[in-house]
């Protein structure tokens, strides 16, 4: 089946992500104080062994890696993964790091046995297609960990939010109204759980099922 993903989308994407990559942890410095403790969470329910992550940016969540997985780390952004590398030096990480697409990775079918994301499919061009990969390179009985926001359950936030999107996308690239709960189930996955971690049911923990 060809393809249906948006190149030119994502190269858009990847734009906006190298134009901000040297100033990325600046500009996310005071929210990162309560974003850590979800990462932290998060990382909490991993097992591995055979770990992807996907979107791993600057490297926020390297920190919180067990020390007993192997994770293999891609990132659409020359830029973002450039700080994910000297991030790595710095915590005397040994990383397998890659330039990689999460619409269209390069790996075998079955290759982990679990997958993790965070705040990523907000800009993924096209998130069922990335959920679809994800679904195909975690093995059957794999496990899905993402910590993303959505689009607010609030019908006026919500509302707001579709409002203000076009202009946040082209300021920060990312969607601030996803529906990323609707996507996972879109890509054929399995919901196993919801968390509501904070902002008025915006960020949600959700931990799924490779069938």
Not at 93 to 119: C, K, P, R
Not at 130 to 143: A, H, T, Y
Request: aromatic share 6%; proline share 4%.
């Amino acid at each position: 089946m060809a393809s249906t993903v948006d190149e030119q989308a994502t190269v858009t994407t990847r734009a906006r992500y190298q134009r901000l990559a040297r100033i990325y942890d600046r500009m996310e410095r005071f929210p990162e104080r309560r974003f850590r403790v979800w990462r932290r969470k998060l990382w909490s329910l991993v097992n591995g062994p055979r770990v992807l992550e996907v979107g791993v940016g600057t490297g926020k969540n390297m920190l919180y890696w067990p020390s007993d997985v192997n994770v293999t780390a891609v990132d659409l952004t020359p830029g973002m993964l450039q700080q994910a590398r000297q991030r790595a030096g710095e915590l005397n990480l040994t990383a397998d790091l890659y330039l990689g697409d999460v619409q269209a990775l390069n790996f075998a079918d079955d290759s982990f046995d679990e997958a993790v994301a965070t705040f990523v499919f907000c800009s993924v061009p096209d998130p069922v297609s990335g959920l679809r990969e994800l679904k195909r390179v975690v093995r059957p009985d794999g496990k899905i960990v993402l910590l993303e926001h959505i689009r607010s359950p609030n019908k006026m936030l919500g509302k707001v939010m579709d409002v203000l999107n076009p202009l946040v996308v082209r300021l920060m690239g990312a969607n601030i109204n996803r529906r990323t709960v609707e996507n996972v189930q879109k890509a054929g996955l399995v919901l196993e759980s919801v968390e509501s971690l904070g902002l008025g049911g915006i960020v949600k923990l959700m931990v799924i099922r490779v069938e």
